[in-house]
Structures are given as structure tokens and as C-alpha cells.
T-cell receptor, first 115, second 111 residues
């Protein structure tokens, strides 16, 4: 089945530790995205990548880092510099390129709790 | 920058009732997307609209692309308990592949 996977579903970390969230897609999509969602809030864009080996900051990139070494993978690292990292993290992908469609498809999310 | 205003913020309805929510912007959008997010899950794309005036259905859901291209509407007919969740509208920003999302409408359906 084609889709987007995020692992793990729940993640607990101690304050001051870096943590990396996984996102993999087998949809052959060029573009991938990371969003943060806080309780009762909408989606805020952290980073996005339109093509392999390239990525851009979103609206709330401070305290986060990403890499895009492979088309199917876009891991997000939450660093100790992120002041309030506890949140629900969502990964998405879209066809990208010159495709007409801007439709983004989301993974199931990872809930990160920093103790 | 582009912003999307969704209303209402929340709705509490009885099973069987029809639901209507909307999304407005001061900017023109060429595409409108409607997503539903179940509790603790990622959003799922419900309907995509690409043409002003377009009316598209997906089961009990119907969405319309406003003729001014500055608004869109989502209707749910004969609501059922599994319709509970947050409904988001979204549209592409003028540059790149980013989407602008509305703040969401939280729907609660009482059996």
C-alpha cells in the first residue's frame, strides 16, 4: 500500500535531549513537509522540502532541523534549543514539481512529550 | 500574507442534522482543499476544488468553490457520530508548494 508512515506514534524524551522523528513515503512524491499542532490549534509549518537535498524554513523553524538525503525520507530533529517541544507532529507529502495539484497527504502523526 | 478564516470555530449538533461550515479569505485562491482530522490522527483529504463555482460531492459531503474565488463551503448532510473531528480548509500560497490552512472547525455530534 502506498502512503506515509511516521514512527513512533508516541515519544517521550527528557528535557535537553535531541530527538529525531521519522517520516517515510512511498508515493514517489517530490515535496515533503513537517507541521506542528498544539491542542485546539491549527497546523503550523516547520520545514518543507521541494526536492532531494534541498529544504526551506517554514513559519516556526527555530529549534528544529531537517535533512532530505533521499526522496522517500524527511526526518525532523527536535533540538534542545526548542523551548516548548511537547506537541503533535505531522509529516505530509505532495507531488510537487510543476504538477497542478497542491494536495498534501498526511501521515498518522507522532505525539512528542518532553518530561 | 494570505490568511484563511474558518467559521464557526466549533459546532455541537444532534445526529441526523445537516452541517454547514465555511472558509473565507481576502485573497484569491485557485484551489480549495477540505480535510478532516480524527482525534489523534493525521488530516485526511476529503474534497479538492479547482474551478470557481465548482460543486463537488463525496458521499454525504458537498463542497463548493465560491464564485469570487475568496471563499469555500463544506456541507455535511444527515450527520452521524463518526463525523466528529476537526475540519480544515486549505489553499495554496502564491509561491511554491506551501498550503495556507484555516484554524479548523471542531464538530461534535451527539447520538
Amino acid at each position: 500500500d502506498g502512503g506515509i508512515t511516521q514512527s513512533p506514534k508516541y515519544l517521550f524524551r527528557k528535557e535537553g535531549q535531541n530527538v529525531t522523528l521519522s517520516c517515510e513515503q512511498n508515493l514517489n512524491h517530490d515535496a515533503m513537509y513537517w507541521y506542528r499542532q498544539d491542542p485546539g490549534q491549527g497546523l503550523r509549518l516547520i520545514y518543507y522540502s521541494q526536492i532531494v537535498n534541498d529544504f526551506q524554513k517554514g513559519d516556526i523553524a527555530e529549534g528544529y532541523s531537517v535533512s532530505r538525503e533521499k526522496k522517500e525520507s524527511f526526518p525532523l530533529t527536535v533540538t534542545s534549543a526548542q523551548k516548548n517541544p511537547t506537541a503533535f507532529y505531522l509529516c505530509a507529502s505532495s507531488i510537487g514539481g510543476l504538477a497542478r495539484s497542491n494536495e498534501q497527504f498526511f501521515g498518522p502523526g507522532t505525539r512528542l512529550t518532553v518530561l | 500574507g494570505q490568511q484563511l478564516n474558518q467559521s464557526p470555530q466549533s459546532m455541537f449538533i444532534q445526529e441526523g442534522e445537516d452541517v454547514s461550515m465555511n472558509c473565507t479569505s481576502s485573497s484569491i485562491f485557485n484551489t480549495w482543499l477540505w480535510y478532516k482530522q480524527d482525534p489523534g490522527e493525521g488530516p485526511v483529504l476529503l474534497i479538492a476544488l479547482y474551478k470557481a463555482g465548482e460543486l463537488t460531492s463525496n458521499g454525504r459531503l458537498t463542497a463548493q468553490f465560491g464564485i469570487t474565488r475568496k471563499d469555500s463551503f463544506l456541507n455535511i448532510s444527515a450527520s452521524i457520530p463518526s463525523d466528529v473531528g476537526i475540519y480544515f480548509c486549505a489553499g495554496p500560497q502564491t509561491s511554491g508548494s506551501r498550503l495556507t490552512f484555516g484554524e479548523g472547525t471542531q464538530l461534535t455530534v451527539n447520538p
